[in-house]
């Protein structure tokens, strides 16, 4: 932990660097909080904050009252980023293949080279798409934000398959980018962490009780062995397999969470040490005969799924045709 008062003493740089990091993991943030995150003052942060305001960095903040006391909250602009915006790796490939098909024309050759001159760097980005919610998607984000930067309670109704549209009370623990987008919550009646779904929330309110205490250490190993909002509850386990080339170099910038990738002569082999090797084995499945599993588990569920896919053609619904 650094010493207080550091962003007065430090280079100015590092000081906006630090900040930046804070808001690229939670946009959300309540200013005594981000002081004592980074290990500084709250009087050198909100100089820091409001010299990065002043400079063009779409900051705003207001003031809340958090466990009868007045906070000061500040918000950093979705998506955006210096002199541009973040997109996430799927749109970013959407956007080069309809420039791709677009009619051939020197603007169309330069916009592609541009696009393939910075695509290693931008595919490696996760950020917010802008575009991609609703207006009630994204005052429910903003809701869900602001619980997770004041740890306060939130009131939701939840849509879910097993159970319809119910109420929940929830104290939210992470919030997790990309499409959709997936919370990770202490569900106070069962009094476990779940991941729940943004465009499953049919209504959200934010109380002004405090919310569970969580423990942190717990709500990290969840989310790292977390798939796409897939956790168990087992332990976490190791699971690998290959990709083949060409398929390869495409597949290694278009991963799940959690997936590490490691080239070698054969392809390209990826890793994730998860909870449960369904969503792994959906995404092995997908890739058809261009992937490889290489742990044992994974097979097996794999080959599960592939059997009941195989099921299904064999006994198509009423009213399809067969063959």
């Not at 792994?280 to 742990?295: D, K, M, Q, Y």
């Amino acid at each position: 932990m650094m010493a207080r008062g550091v962003v007065g003493a430090r280079a100015a740089t590092e000081s906006v660097i630090a900040v930046f990091v804070a808001f690229r993991r939670q946009r959300v943030w309540v200013q005594a909080r981000l002081a004592e995150q980074l290990g500084v003052s709250v009087k050198s942060l909100k100089r820091c904050l409001v010299n990065m305001s002043l400079a063009g960095v779409p900051l705003t903040h207001e003031e809340d009252d958090i466990a009868g006391r007045k906070q000061i909250l500040w918000t950093m602009t979705p998506a955006w980023y210096p002199d541009g915006i973040l997109l996430c790796p799927n749109i970013f490939q959407e956007l080069v293949e309809l420039v791709k098909h677009a009619p051939q024309s020197p603007q169309r050759e330069d916009l592609l080279q541009s696009l393939f001159k910075y695509s290693s760097s931008l595919v490696e980005h996760e950020g917010w798409c802008p575009g991609e919610f609703s207006r009630r998607d994204e005052e429910h984000l903003r809701l869900l934000e602001k619980a997770w930067a004041t740890t306060r309670e939130l009131k939701l109704r939840y849509a879910s398959s097993r159970s319809g549209v119910r109420e929940r009370l929830v104290t939210v623990c992470h919030v997790s980018t990309g499409i959709p987008v997936r919370f990770l919550a202490l569900d106070h009646e069962s009094a476990e962490y779940r991941w729940f779904r943004l465009d499953a929330v049919v209504e959200a309110m934010l109380s002004s009780t405090e919310g569970r205490e969580v423990d942190s250490l717990e709500v990290e190993r969840i989310v790292s062995e977390s798939v796409d909002g897939f956790h168990d509850g087992a332990e976490a386990r190791e699971h690998r397999f290959l990709v083949r080339y060409p398929e390869a170099s495409w597949v290694r910038h278009n991963l799940l969470e959690s997936m590490v990738p490691k080239t070698t002569d054969k392809g390209v082999i990826i890793s994730a040490k998860v909870a449960g090797a369904n969503n792994i084995a959906r995404f092995v499945v997908g890739l058809g005969e261009a992937a490889t599993p290489l742990t044992e588990e994974l097979r097996k569920e794999v080959r599960r799924l592939a059997e009941g896919a195989l099921k299904g053609l064999d006994n198509p619904l009423d009213g399809t045709e067969s063959g």
